[in-house]
Nanobody
Framework: VQLQASGGGLVQTGGSLRLSCAASGSISSRGPLLAWYRQAPGKQREVVATIAPGGIGNYADSVKGRFTVSSENAKDTMYLQMNSLKPEDTAVYFC?????????WGQGTQVTVSS
């Protein structure tokens, strides 16, 4: 399984971005637990949002009400819609899939929010 994250970029405070994470191979039928993480310079990687089979999302307190995680099983793709972006959202965003006790990571996509 390989994960390809995309959609990052430079945006002004208050703007929006939509990240995508496409998986090679068919993983949706394997009941993956999908997640978005981020890592800011000098900080530890932290979970942003998770989505379990069935589509229920959970969010870090810092992004609740602004970010929405979703998945499209037919395309084996996960999304992160990010609205009302703040400078503190600046980080490299990674997607992650946990399948049958194996963890897979995407390569990361940079999100920069200017003030």
């Amino acid at each position: 399984v390989q994960l390809q994250a995309s959609g990052g970029g430079l945006v002004q405070t208050g703007g929006s971005l939509r990240l995508s994470c496409a998986a090679s191979g068919s993983i949706s039928s394997r009941g993956p637990l999908l997640a978005w993480y981020r890592q800011a310079p000098g900080k530890q990687r932290e979970v942003v949002a998770t989505i379990a089979p069935g589509g229920i999302g959970n969010y870090a307190d810092s992004v609740k009400g602004r970010f929405t995680v979703s998945s499209e099983n037919a395309k084996d793709t996960m999304y992160l819609q990010m609205n009302s972006l703040k400078p503190e959202d600046t980080a490299v965003y990674f997607c992650r899939a946990d399948i049958a006790r194996t963890t897979y990571w995407g390569q990361g996509t940079q999100v920069t929010v200017s003030s």
